[in-house]
């Protein structure tokens, strides 16, 4: 009797080890984990160079018209000087909507100094023509950003990148700039900082 118990106790660890090993084979492989995603789209103003907006200009820009607010941006005073004597402050002001991408003073100081001067000859013509081709007749959110766009020049803008880091790239070959601040809001406008001036072909 001893014996045959046993021998009944063997073979039911016995069969219990082979269901075991027969539901481990058959339980599917873990999933892979999921690759990480990109950066993440801004939903408010990025880039290093936001931080030369002042605090208080900052939180009242989304209450002021958009010349107005550049105005109060130092960084941005020769694009302000130079939008007064094309006489495209009101225009800038009262268009809804736009989109308008901001050289910083830095930007333009890398024009040479005969060039400025050309443009400053003629502020109507040449300096208006150039600063048009800084703006777009639409509201570009930062997700829509990745395209082709045509400026109140007539000449197209073409932007690349993803999450924070979007080049503008022009119509003249090697013209190429980055959004240094993005998507700063004001009452008529969306604003792309700029560290090189937009130039179109010739």
């Not at 959004?179 to 001036?197: E, L, M, P, W």
Request: hydrophobic share 50%; proline share 8%.
């Amino acid at each position: 009797m001893k014996s045959t118990r046993t021998l009944l106790v063997a073979a039911s660890i016995v069969s219990v080890a082979l269901a075991l090993t027969a539901c481990s084979q058959s339980d599917p492989a873990p999933a892979p984990s999921a690759a990480p995603t990109t950066a993440a789209v801004a939903s408010g103003p990025f880039g290093a160079a936001c931080s030369a907006i002042p605090a208080d200009v900052a939180a009242a820009a989304p209450t002021v018209a958009a010349a107005d607010a550049a105005g109060k941006i130092p960084a941005l005073s020769t694009l302000v000087s130079f939008v007064g004597a094309a006489g495209l402050g009101q225009t800038l002001n009262t268009t809804p909507n736009i989109t308008i991408f901001a050289p910083t003073n830095d930007a333009f100081a890398k024009i040479d100094a005969a060039t400025v001067a050309a443009l400053q000859a003629d502020p109507t013509g040449k300096l208006a023509n150039i600063l048009k081709y800084h703006v777009v007749a639409s509201d570009i959110t930062p997700d829509k950003l990745v395209g082709q766009f045509p400026t109140l020049n007539g000449a197209p803008i073409t932007i690349a990148g993803s999450g924070q880091t979007f080049t503008v790239t022009t119509t003249t070959p090697g013209n190429v700039s980055n959004i240094v601040c993005g998507n700063v809001k004001t009452a008529n406008a969306r604003v792309y900082v700029i560290d090189t001036v937009l130039l179109p072909a010739a």
